[in-house]
Nanobody, 122 residues
Framework: VQLQASGGGLVQAGGSLRVSCVAG???????MGWFRQAPGKEREFVAT????????LYGDSVKGRFTISRDRAKNTVYLQMNSLKPEDTAVYYCAGGRGSYSGKSINNYVSWGQGTLVTVSS
């Protein structure tokens, strides 16, 4: 199943950006997540949303700044990123969860998009 992420780009610190991921109908009843990977670092959990969109979890480093949402009719999940910091610079990956609620563990995600690069300048 293909996951297509888009919306990355260059933004100044303090700015906002929204990335999107079209998941396809196969994941309409599954949780979806966003992870990110900075150069030389391991892939890090960012956010996840339940299949109905009624539950979300966030990584500690983005809590209060990022918001995950989904439009099931469009099979699309979004990540709204506000108050961006240079340390948010990374390739952002969307992922399809194994179940309705998939949590923070990378092992609970079974399908990955190609990633979209977000660069935050200071």
């Amino acid at each position: 199943v293909q996951l297509q992420a888009s919306g990355g780009g260059l933004v100044q610190a303090g700015g906002s950006l929204r990335v999107s991921c079209v998941a396809g109908r196969a994941f309409s009843n599954n949780a979806m997540g966003w992870f990110r990977q900075a150069p030389g670092k391991e892939r890090e959990f960012v956010a996840t949303i339940s299949w109905r969109g009624d539950g979300a979890l966030y990584g500690d480093s983005v809590k209060g700044r990022f918001t995950i949402s989904r439009d099931r009719a469009k099979n699309t999940v979004y990540l709204q990123m506000n108050s961006l910091k240079p340390e948010d610079t990374a390739v952002y990956y969307c992922a399809g969860g194994r179940g309705s609620y998939s949590g923070k563990s990378i092992n609970n995600y079974v399908s990955w998009g190609q990633g979209t690069l977000v660069t935050v300048s200071s």
